[in-house]
Each structure stands twice: as structure tokens, then as C-alpha cells.
Nanobody
Framework: QVQLVESGGGLVQAGGSLRLSCAAS????????MGWYRQAPGKQRELVAT???????IYADSVKGRFTISRDNAKNTMYLQMNSAKPEDTAVYYC???????????WGQGTQVTVSS
């Protein structure tokens, strides 16, 4: 069973930066894709960004130009660089890894990000 552990969350002022990390208990090379999702209080979980095994990326419109997703297969870790943070970015951020056969996914426990105005 793969375990994903997020870290790097915290409190940041509007306009500031944070880097989230998602460390996997095993190799991430085989995952078809990995991604970051977030859930704000009272709202549904939403996609923030994804990165495929081949390095292709997709971003939510709300974070394009501000956030960057990346993965380091050698370190079994995925990252989310958050720049120009906004109060509306406040949420619990989760990482997700899709199985290579696309028949399931693994989720982390989440890390809180709070952006103060």
C-alpha cells in the first residue's frame, strides 16, 4: 500500500510563497499521474494541478501563472510551488497519485494552507 505524506503548509501573507511537498512511501515513477487538490471550508474538493508520468501539466484557471507543479522521481516526491498567494487559496491541500492502470488512486491526509489578507 502506497502512502502519501504532504508537508509545507502553513500561514502566509497575501502575495507570499509556499512550497508544498508530497512524499511517497515508494517509487512514484510508475504512477500514471499525480496531482494536487484542495478543499476550502464548505466547498467541494477541486483540482489545482496535475502532472503526468511524461511531465505534462494541467492547471486550474485560478492558479495558472502563479503555481507550478513538479515531480522528482529520484526523491519520490511531488511539489507545488505557490507564488503570489491569495486569500482564496486558503484550503486543505491534498496530493493524489493515480495507479498506472488508472483503476484507482492514493490520497494523502492533507496539509492546511492559510493565506492572510
Amino acid at each position: 500500500q502506497v502512502q502519501l505524506v504532504e508537508s509545507g503548509g502553513g500561514l502566509v501573507q497575501a502575495g507570499g510563497s509556499l512550497r508544498l511537498s508530497c512524499a511517497a512511501s515508494g517509487s512514484i515513477f510508475s504512477f500514471a499521474a499525480m496531482g494536487w487538490y484542495r478543499q476550502a471550508p464548505g466547498k467541494q474538493r477541486e483540482l489545482v494541478a496535475t502532472i503526468t508520468k511524461g511531465g505534462g501539466t494541467i492547471y486550474a484557471d485560478s492558479v495558472k501563472g502563479r503555481f507550478t507543479i513538479s515531480r522528482d522521481n529520484a526523491k519520490n516526491t511531488m511539489y507545488l510551488q505557490m507564488n503570489s498567494a491569495k486569500p482564496e487559496d486558503t484550503a486543505v491541500y491534498y496530493c493524489k497519485a493515480d495507479r498506472s492502470d488508472w483503476r484507482g488512486a492514493y490520497w494523502g491526509q492533507g496539509t492546511q494552507v492559510t493565506v492572510s489578507s
